[in-house]
């Protein structure tokens, strides 16, 4: 089945790097993406990644993929506090339709 | 201006009551989506509509009730309300076919069965 897991919670020091992991269980997933969320707010996509590439670069932000482990990381460079938010895993699933499968989101909290 | 937009932003309503929420987006997408975030802030999708069809229904209780009177629109209808269905329901909208396809939320509506 498909399911997306990640760690709950995150604590950085502002200017330090955040990495936040991911685990997704579908190997036949084609694209996998990074969301945030801002309190009370919608969710923006940050980032994405196709399944045959390995790493994505986009300013501070830094996507890994192991596809043999189904671990996709999010690498934030330089953590600011306005960085603080719930950052989500997602895949697209399986079956034709572009439905995502989320993990249970990371809360990062950037402290001074 | 606005994408995705939803109304109302926040409902408060008793048990067993009849709501609904609205769904808008201007971007000329053909595919439309309704998800629900629980406390615990996880994000399951309930339905998605392709250019008025129902494609996507997961597992959810027949007393939610999408509708779509165009591509631009979803609705989302809920009858005889339950504690259980307090959440956050995010609409979202994209394009459809192959490839890389974003899906664009809107701001949520925060429903409070009381």
């Known amino acids: 089945g498909e399911d997306v897991e990640q760690s709950l919670f995150l604590s950085v020091r502002e200017g330090d790097s955040s990495v936040i992991n991911c685990t997704y269980t579908?190997?036949?997933?084609?694209?996998l993406y990074w969301y945030k969320q801002e309190p009370g707010a919608g969710l923006q996509l940050l980032t994405y990644?196709?399944?045959?590439?390995d790493m994505k670069q986009d300013q501070r932000l830094t996507v890994l993929l192991n596809k043999k482990d189904k671990h996709l990381s999010l690498r934030i460079a330089d953590t600011q506090t306005g960085d603080s938010a719930i950052y989500f895993c997602a895949e697209r699933g399986t079956g034709g339709y572009n439905k995502l499968i989320f993990g249970a989101g990371t809360r990062l909290a950037v402290h001074p | 201006d606005t994408a995705v937009s939803q109304t109302p932003k926040y409902l408060v309503t008793q048990m067993g009551n009849d709501k609904s929420i609205k769904c808008e987006q201007n971007?000329?997408?053909?595919?439309m989506y309704w998800y629900k975030q629980d406390s615990k802030k996880f994000l399951k999708i309930m339905f998605s509509?392709?250019?008025?069809?129902?494609?996507i229904n997961e597992t959810v209780p027949n007393r939610f009730s999408p509708k779509s009177p165009d591509k631009a629109h979803l609705n989302l209808h809920i009858n005889s309300l339950e504690l259980g269905d307090s959440a956050v329901y995010f609409c979202?909208?994209?394009?459809?076919?192959?490839?890389?396809?974003?899906?664009?939320f809107g701001p949520g509506t925060r429903l409070t069965v009381l």
């Open positions: 990644i196709f399944s045959n590439m």
């Open positions: 979202a909208s994209s394009l459809s076919g192959t490839g890389f396809l974003e899906q664009f």
């Open positions: 509509y392709n250019n008025k069809e129902l494609i």
């Open positions: 971007l000329g997408h053909d595919t």
């Open positions: 579908d190997s036949s997933s084609t694209y």
